[in-house]
């Protein structure tokens, strides 16, 4: 009986005391609530148009097209590179010069031409046109330099087609 007694003498207090803890727990469910509704939020707008799929099978899908587009941009990567060392061997720097080869010929109808590409490799165009006849000559380049003489004109076409650089 003396437990009863002591229970009907503190019985307000531990209301009260009982009260409070109803209250905290109240406060901390509903935070943990509003925490469980933004971790569903973040959830749907993670799985938005998936179309009841699994997350793991949607994950695994990017996961391959990423290995995928690797495969292409290597592939890519291989073509440009073969193609920037083809590019060094084609044509890619031109000069031209017109002049008057005789002085009894009317016009500057006489030309040199310098064709070189990257390496400075490539040939010199020259056509001489006189009253009679014209000819052509073409010599070839090797680094810039070419192992027949060359005319003035044919100097100034070579070192302008030496010069120009495609950058």
């Given at each position: 009986m003396e437990v009863v007694t002591i229970l009907n003498e503190f019985q307000p207090y531990i209301l009260i005391g009982l009260s409070i803890i109803v209250i905290i727990l109240l406060i901390v469910m509903l935070s943990t609530l509003r925490?469980?509704?933004?971790?569903?939020?973040?959830?749907?707008?993670?799985?938005?148009?998936?179309?009841n799929k699994n997350l793991e099978e949607i994950i695994v899908n990017y996961?391959?097209?990423?290995?995928?587009?690797?495969e292409k941009t290597e592939e890519v990567k291989l073509k440009q590179e073969q193609l920037s060392h083809q590019l060094?061997?084609?044509i890619q720097k031109v000069s031209i010069l017109?002049?008057?080869?005789?002085?009894?010929?009317?016009?500057?109808?006489?030309?040199?031409?310098?064709?070189?590409?990257?390496n400075n490799d490539g040939v010199i165009l020259t056509g001489i046109y006189g009253r009679n006849d014209s000819t052509v000559y073409a010599k070839p380049i090797d680094k810039g330099i070419?192992?027949?003489?060359?005319s003035q004109e044919e100097e100034e076409v070579l070192l302008d087609a030496c010069n120009n650089s495609n950058e």
């Open positions: 925490s469980l509704n933004k971790l569903e939020s973040k959830y749907r707008k993670l799985t938005r148009g998936i179309n996961l391959d097209n990423i290995d995928g587009i690797k060094k061997t084609c017109r002049y008057k080869a005789f002085e009894d010929v009317g016009s500057d109808l006489s030309f040199s031409v310098a064709l070189l590409n990257d070419s192992r027949y003489d060359l």
